[in-house]
């Protein structure tokens, strides 16, 4: 690997290996999250690495969202079994709730729905975790919402005790990222680890690797990768837009305007399962809708259009949600039309934060007059 960080006398291949060795030294526990992107396909080949030079087994561990690509179905099983004498199937297929931006008035999507058996999106098995792990009283952040996504990792965690966990989050990411993995130095004062209860650390081995490096260490590998990469690679994607995910959320609606491209079966299989998936498809790349950059022609203000979005939003308790909000906020144009974003996709949890400052293109106008 030639990319170098921080004017280190090392690469980030060998700087990820004496992390993977020292998170070895110091836990017998370790687990770690896949999600069949590349950077988790990364991360579990150089932990299984380790774990065979030392005989012993790591945790494997995927929370299994349902509606997500057979692409990603078949990358996990390809993870899962690089190395199954050293590795522990974590693979949760079970009940929990799921962000749901495609439909208004049902704000979850509750995965792995029994009601729902004949629709579901791929099978369950027998191989993986199909009843909660953990033996304490389950805890719930929301209590409306119920047992989400958030809880199920929480709550998961909480199962173990002395326990590693690596996640494959890159710095180069989004300063988002960056400050979420040395904000506050877990672990011995361990700049890329953050500590959690119970005696339990989440580590970042791969924190200062680039794109490039990631890619370079796939193909120097030979390692098998998710097929929905080559299909964003064809299409001229940008480095950042190529992100595997659900199909659902606020932040996937790109995902499901290319799906009928990429897996039209699972496509199909979407539209079955829940409302709103032909819509969204339709109009994910409209500049009206999911993307709010364009106001409809019968609304001259984002502050006009906000209201009428309010006005007629279908659920009752969301819309005190958002007004609660919303009242909090500065009341401009720039600001009311993150705000519109917010609503037409059901963005109730904050999941996009609306950035409540004074438009950045007035600041600068104004700072130009100045000077000027």
Known sequence: MSSKKYHLNTNVLDAAIRRIEYIFDEFENIVVSISGGKDSTVLCHLALEEAKRRSRKVGLFYLDEEVVYTSTVEQVEYLMNLAPEHAVRYWLQIEFNLTNAVDLRHGQFHCWDPQQRPNWMHKRSSKNVLTRTWTHDTTIIDKNKG?????????????????????????????????????????????????KKRGNYVFYPLYDWAFSDVWKYIGEQELRYHRYYDFC?????????????????EKSFKAVQDLPSFEFKTYERLLKRTKGISFAQE???????????????????????RDFLLATYPAPERKAIFKRRFSKHLDNEYVARQQCRQLVLNDYENNLPVKNTEDPKTARLNHWKEIL
């Not at 409209?286 to 022609?297: A, E, S, V």
């Open 147 to 195: 047992f989400g996504f958030y809880d199920v990792l929480s709550n998961f965690e909480l199962g173990f005790e002395n326990t590693a966990f690596l996640v494959g989050l890159r710095a180069d990411e989004s300063l988002d990222r960056y400050r979420t993995m040395v904000r506050f130095p877990g672990y011995k004062d361990v700049m890329w680890s953050t500590d």
């Open 283 to 305: 109009t994910a790349t409209d500049r009206k809708m999911f993307r709010c950059q364009t106001l409809p022609k019968n609304f001259s203000t984002w502050r006009a259009y």
């Open 233 to 249: 690679f064809l299409k001229g994607m940008s480095p950042h837009g190529m992100r595997v995910s659900s199909l659902l959320h």
